[in-house]
């Protein structure tokens, strides 16, 4: 028998509300029920992190994240980082400069765990970038330049542009 | 969409404990980051939820009256990383739970699920063992502590009465275990992100003042046996010894005598006790430098 919920949330910044299935998960909801198809279904097991969402600012896998847990949550997606007049974010222009994208599954995810990188306000060194960075798989194996789009992004955050532009 | 019978939603621990007294058969879900794997698996397929992942009062970390470190079970493993109070108190906690998967599953996976699956390998258990935890449960007549070495009983079996409706409500370290006491947790895997521990290994030591003998040293392991599990004889070999290299190799063989890995996929029972006493040896180095010893 099926049981559904009513979840109310805000999504990209708009308060919404939707009467979901309890056996779906967020990346059903968003994809199916909201038509946020950057949300990818990768492994479905939580390795791959194709799926990730911000949730409250926090970079979650929502294939193993319950749709009915989104209630009262802030939801970003990539759809979520476009300005109002299209313009995009910096990290995905910094994705964008470094060729960060190859086939572009994982990309959307890796802009958003990127995301809450740079949004903590923190300077990592490599090693903990790369570490904050591993919870997505590439399957073209494009790592470096998704590391130094990321990298780049997070020195001019903090005001260090040259800096940024040494960053090979 | 995931393979479950049905869904129960709880908002307090008052709720949970009445809705597991209702569906006794019912499956706990917190973070649900092991959970929702083994329905899609199809371990769980087919279950009735109880998701406690709403019931905010069981997040956070705090100090007690008594000064013990309260970790409520729904902390995510980031939020207990990132959380002030471990870091200057217990800080190797914080790095043992900074290894388990990757950041996403950090954000979502709880230190009260690492426990109740009852595995050897969780990242948090060796550290809550050699720190010696109290586990605290919430049923219908109230509540009820434990040693963490009492609540693990078996491989994926641990000591919640389920007909008292009970749930994991906290995990506790003691002051006596936190006081004047520095840590490290080594996690031994062939890869450093995803992994699962092939074995982890977490030491901590109290020294005399002086920095020259060993006041108190525990030590714990992950996937050294069937649960996670205190290593009592290389414990007593070197508690009131002073802090000397071969004191610390002696230590390391001894673990010998206490672990009993297993052949498995992942590495050999030999391979497993060959890391099992560099390990010991390392972790304890690392937490005399700590401790501002030397050696």
Same mark, same amino acid.
């Given at each position: 028998m099926?049981?559904?919920?009513?979840v109310?949330?805000?999504?990209?910044?708009?308060?919404?509300?939707?009467i979901v299935?309890?056996r779906?998960?967020?990346?059903d909801?968003?994809?199916?029920?909201?038509?946020?198809t950057?949300?990818?279904?990768?492994c479905?097991?939580g390795?791959?992190g194709?799926?990730?969402?911000l949730i409250?600012?926090e970079?979650?896998?929502?294939?193993?994240?319950?749709?009915v847990?989104?209630d009262?949550?802030?939801?970003i997606t990539l759809e979520?980082?476009?300005?109002?007049?299209g313009?995009?974010?910096?990290?995905?222009k910094?994705?964008?400069?470094?060729?960060?994208?190859?086939?572009?599954f994982?990309i959307?995810g890796f802009?958003l765990?990127?995301t809450?990188?740079?949004?903590?306000g923190?300077?990592?060194?490599d090693d903990?970038?790369r570490?904050l960075?591993?919870?997505h798989?590439?399957?073209?194996?494009?790592y470096?330049?998704?590391?130094r789009a990321?990298k780049? *992004?997070m020195?001019?955050r903090l005001?260090?542009?040259?800096?940024?532009?040494?960053v090979r | 969409?995931y393979d479950m019978?049905?869904?129960y939603?709880?908002y307090?621990?008052?709720e949970?404990?009445k809705l597991r007294?209702?569906?006794?058969e019912?499956?706990? $879900?917190?973070?649900?980051t092991d959970?929702?794997?083994?329905m899609?698996?199809?371990?769980?397929?087919?279950?009735?939820?109880?998701?406690?992942?709403? $019931?905010?009062?069981m997040?956070?970390?705090?100090?007690?009256?008594q000064?013990?470190?309260?970790?409520?079970?729904?902390?995510?493993?980031s939020?207990?990383?990132?959380?002030?109070?471990?870091?200057?108190?217990?800080n190797?906690?914080?790095e043992?739970?900074d290894m388990?998967?990757?950041?996403q599953i950090r954000?979502?996976g *709880?230190i009260g699920?690492?426990?109740?699956?009852g595995?050897?390998s969780a990242?948090?258990a060796? *550290?809550?063992?050699a720190?010696?935890?109290?586990?605290?449960?919430?049923g219908?007549?109230?509540?009820?502590?434990l040693p963490?070495k009492?609540?693990?009983?078996?491989?994926?079996?641990v000591? $919640?009465n389920?007909a008292?409706?009970?749930i994991q409500?906290?995990?506790?370290?003691?002051?006596?275990?936190?006081?004047?006491?520095?840590?490290f &947790?080594?996690? &031994?895997?062939m890869?450093?992100?995803?992994?699962?521990a092939?074995?982890?290994?977490?030491v901590?030591v #109290?020294?005399s003042?002086?920095k020259k003998?060993?006041?108190?040293?525990?030590?714990?392991?992950?996937?050294?046996?069937?649960?996670?599990?205190?290593?009592?004889?290389?414990e007593?070999v070197v508690?009131?010894?002073?802090v000397?290299m071969?004191?610390i190799? *002696?230590?390391?063989r001894a673990v010998?005598?206490?672990?009993?890995? #297993?052949?498995?996929?992942?590495?050999?029972?030999?391979?497993?006790?060959h890391i099992?006493?560099?390990?010991a040896?390392?972790?304890?180095?690392?937490s005399v430098?700590?401790c501002?010893g030397?050696?």
């Amino acid at each position: 028998m099926a049981q559904y919920a009513l979840v109310k949330c805000n999504i990209n910044g708009k308060d919404v509300e939707k009467i979901v299935d309890v056996r779906a998960s967020l990346t059903d909801m968003l994809r199916n029920d909201f038509r946020l198809t950057s949300v990818k279904k990768g492994c479905e097991v939580g390795e791959c992190g194709a799926c990730t969402a911000l949730i409250d600012g926090e970079a979650i896998n929502t294939c193993l994240y319950l749709a009915v847990w989104a209630d009262g949550k802030h939801i970003i997606t990539l759809e979520g980082l476009m300005n109002p007049d299209g313009t995009i974010s910096d990290v995905q222009k910094a994705f964008m400069e470094e060729t960060s994208i190859q086939c572009g599954f994982c990309i959307p995810g890796f802009i958003l765990t990127a995301t809450e990188i740079v949004n903590s306000g923190k300077e990592y060194t490599d090693d903990e970038l790369r570490k904050l960075l591993s919870g997505h798989l590439c399957r073209c194996t494009g790592y470096q330049n998704i590391f130094r789009a990321v990298k780049k *992004t997070m020195l001019r955050r903090l005001g260090k542009n040259e800096e940024a532009e040494l960053v090979r | 969409m995931y393979d479950m019978k049905a869904l129960y939603e709880a908002y307090t621990v008052e709720e949970a404990v009445k809705l597991r007294l209702e569906h006794p058969e019912a499956q706990i $879900i917190a973070g649900g980051t092991d959970v929702l794997v083994q329905m899609r698996e199809g371990r769980r397929a087919g279950k009735e939820l109880i998701s406690i992942q709403k $019931i905010d009062s069981m997040r956070g970390v705090c100090m007690d009256e008594q000064e013990n470190i309260r970790i409520g079970s729904l902390t995510t493993f980031s939020h207990i990383t990132h959380n002030p109070i471990i870091m200057e108190k217990i800080n190797v906690l914080g790095e043992a739970v900074d290894m388990v998967g990757g950041p996403q599953i950090r954000n979502a996976g *709880t230190i009260g699920g690492n426990t109740c699956n009852g595995v050897t390998s969780a990242d948090s258990a060796s *550290t809550l063992h050699a720190w010696e935890a109290i586990v605290e449960l919430t049923g219908v007549n109230g509540k009820r502590y434990l040693p963490i070495k009492d609540f693990y009983i078996k491989a994926g079996t641990v000591d $919640i009465n389920v007909a008292e409706g009970e749930i994991q409500t906290a995990i506790l370290i003691p002051k006596a275990s936190w006081e004047n006491t520095k840590g490290f &947790y080594i996690k &031994y895997g062939m890869r450093n992100a995803m992994e699962i521990a092939t074995t982890g290994c977490s030491v901590n030591v #109290r020294l005399s003042e002086d920095k020259k003998t060993f006041d108190r040293v525990r030590i714990a392991y992950g996937v050294a046996g069937p649960v996670p599990m205190r290593a009592p004889s290389a414990e007593a070999v070197v508690n009131g010894q002073p802090v000397t290299m071969e004191n610390i190799e *002696t230590f390391s063989r001894a673990v010998l005598e206490d672990i009993n890995p #297993r052949d498995s996929w992942r590495a050999s029972k030999a391979f497993r006790k060959h890391i099992a006493v560099e390990m010991a040896k390392r972790a304890l180095i690392e937490s005399v430098k700590r401790c501002g010893g030397e050696i």
